[in-house]
């Protein structure tokens, strides 16, 4: 009877139902109910064991014994969805994709986790989200800090709630920007005086607190001695602000906590020779990037405190180091053309082919047999080349990349003669060479004047490397150079106040292939040198730091002719109010273009500068 029990179980698998799928039929049920009853009296005799391997895991003695005087009906229903639990498996074929007959223990193939973003990633998309950009910009000091010396660095965290300053007596102050600026302490007259702050109510700074960048010394007999103060040449600050990087005079760097613990010394990283001029984190926050006195860039590996890679040229000073924004090479395809993101190249052809020289006028005011007198007139024996008849330039010079520096730009036009190449500089790009280039680009400028950009990818030494087209006219001497926010430009501050912006967009309507300078920018000669320039978030606008003060510029319609096609008369730049008698170090612009930070000290160099940290609030103009 067991048997033919079994039987009919088998036979009830091919209806490949299950309860709450199809109801049983009733005669079914009768005619299985009889057999369920004589086979549990043959087989009741056999023991404990086989009742209880017919039953549900995990029952007891009490259960077990209770279940003799079950519903038949309900005893069937458990015992037939037992059994094709058991079978069904059994009877399904394997399939191709994800089963395999050979591999019957394979492991499952992983589930993808959704995870929720974390609340940085939270904060950094509120910040810059939803963001309009205005028309124009007008900025103002609201807020003043006094320091003791020369301010060297500047850093913050992205929304601006922590900023630190490095100065060169060595300490690092942590100041709260929101409470500074919305609270009710002014300066008092001393710190007016100090400051120079003469007409008008200007707010002080709220300080957070203050830590030294000390390392310990080492005495002869091996002991630890009085740690030793060194000047703060650079800083950088983790989004987050959980924790900062200080490059120091002597070519160590140092990381410290910043929010929790503040001050702590974590780890010193030690690899240039001289002063740390300039640092810049990746996009990740897992490694940067440090441009010393030595020549030197150096990347970093945060995971390992170790240097990655090194990036060496013709060992001239770095003034400057930065990366390329993430989102460089998808302007136009992202947003479309014409666009907040996209820069019109407008005017007559031949105004645009004549922009692009580095000696030569864009805004339409100036010829250029004046430009070049201005430009004789800037020359220094001191930093400048001689003239070729020296006999130091006759011909083309070869270099270590191996390929050959010429005097033309390698674009198809004839802007000029260019600047000799120095000594084991890389060749200038072309277009063969820069159409190899990913958008992964790391920009280095150096103090005498050169400009170069790395292809990070490339790890070949003397390939994925080339330097920008410079005029013979332009003296050889750049304190600052940053990438336009959407990265498909550069500005780059020179010591005639001038503003060169090069063009390096490699697709688009406006891409010529390699890069090119664009327009100039050309500040009075009363200015003085450019110190400083920083970009603004809206890829449009920037603003460059003379002797003077500091002039906003709208970088897309200066130089441009109107909707008549006529050339703006008059000045076309801003003054922001503020700084003025001196070098400007660094100056900061947060994402959302709200607040713009400003230092002032020589960096080390020759030049006169000032004790005070200003703090701009920007006013969108629509």
């Known amino acids: 009877m067991a048997s033919d029990s079994e039987e009919d179980y088998d036979d009830l698998d091919f209806e490949n139902a299950s309860e709450g799928e199809e109801d049983i039929d009733e005669d079914i049920l009768d005619a299985l109910e009889g057999d369920l009853a004589a086979a549990a009296a043959a087989e009741g005799t056999e023991g404990e064991e086989d009742t209880d391997s017919e039953t549900s895991d995990g029952g007891s003695d ?13 005893d069937l229903e458990r015992v037939l969805t037992q059994t094709l639990q058991e079978t069904a498996p059994q009877s399904k074929p394997p399939s191709p994709a994800t089963e395999s007959p050979l591999a019957p223990d394979a492991p499952p193939p992983p589930q993808v986790e959704n995870r929720p973003p974390s609340p940085a990633q939270l904060r950094r998309t509120k910040i810059v989200s939803g963001i309009k950009w205005p028309r124009s910009f007008t900025v103002e000091a609201i807020c003043a800090i006094p320091h003791p010396c020369a301010t060297h660095a500047l850093a913050s965290s992205l929304c601006m709630t922590h900023l630190i300053t490095g100065s060169d007596d060595g300490y690092i102050r942590d100041y709260d920007l929101f409470t500074a600026v ?7 007259a001393p710190q007016r005086q100090h400051c120079g702050v003469i007409e008008g109510i200007m707010k002080a700074g709220q300080i957070r607190c203050w830590w030294e960048n000390a390392l310990p010394s080492m005495n002869p007999d091996g002991s630890v001695g009085e740690p030793s103060l060194y000047p703060i040449y650079s800083l950088a600050m983790q989004s987050d602000a959980l924790w900062s990087l200080a490059g120091s005079d002597q070519g160590h760097v140092a990381l410290f906590t910043v929010r929790h613990s503040p001050g702590r010394l974590c780890h010193v990283m030690h690899g240039h020779r001289g002063p740390v001029s300039s640092l810049a984190l990746q996009h990740d926050e897992k490694g940067f990037f440090s441009a010393g006195w030595d020549g030197e860039c150096l990347h970093w590996d945060l995971n390992t405190g170790q240097i990655a890679r090194r990036f060496s ?3 001239a000073q770095l ?6 924004p993430l989102y460089t090479n998808s302007i136009q395809t992202q947003w479309g053309p014409g666009s907040e993101f996209t820069v019109p190249m407008r005017g007559p052809r031949n105004a645009r082919a004549n922009s692009s020289g580095g000696g030569q006028h864009s805004n339409g005011h100036l010829p250029k047999q004046e430009e070049d007198t201005k430009s004789d007139a800037s020359y220094d024996p001191l930093f400048d080349e001689p003239d070729a008849a020296d006999g130091e330039g006759d011909g083309p010079k070869l270099n270590p990349f191996g390929n050959s520096a010429g005097h033309q730009q390698p674009n198809g036009q ?16 072309d277009p063969a060479t820069y159409a190899a280039f990913s958008p992964d680009l790391l920009m280095t400028a150096h103090v005498d004047g050169q400009i170069i950009l790395w292809d990070r ?21 750049c304190m600052s150079a940053c990438w336009s926010a959407d990265g498909s430009q550069v ?3 020179r010591r005639n106040g001038t503003v060169e912006i090069y063009d390096v967009r490699q697709t688009g309507r406006a891409a010529s292939g390699t890069p090119k300078i664009w327009k100039t920018l050309r500040n009075p000669l009363s200015s003085g040198v450019v110190s400083c320039v920083v970009a603004f978030p809206d890829g449009r606008h920037l603003a460059c730091a003379s002797t003077d003060n500091i002039r906003l ?9 109107d909707a008549y096609g006529k050339m703006k008369s008059g000045v076309q730049f801003k003054i922001i109010p503020g700084h003025h008698g001196g070098f400007v170090s660094q100056m900061l612009v947060d994402p959302a273009a709200r607040f713009l930070v400003s230092a002032s000290s020589n960096r080390g160099w020759h030049g006169e500068h000032t004790k005070t940290v200003f703090v701009h609030e920007v006013k969108h103009l629509w």
């Open 313 to 315: 040229a013709h060992g």
């Open 457 to 477: 990818r490339v790890q070949t030494p003397g390939k994925g490397v080339g330097r920008l087209w410079m005029s013979e006219k332009t003296p050889p001497w």
């Open 553 to 561: 510029w709208n970088v897309a319609e200066a130089g441009e002719p």
């Open 491 to 493: 500005y780059v501050g």
């Open 319 to 324: 003034a400057a180091v930065a990366v390329r």
């Open 414 to 429: 004839n802007p000029g003669r260019g600047a000799i190449a120095p000594k084991g500089a890389p060749p200038i790009l």
């Open 182 to 188: 919305n609270g009710k302490v002014f300066l008092t």
């Open 62 to 74: 009490d259960e077990d014994a209770d279940e003799e005087d079950v519903n038949p009906h309900k």
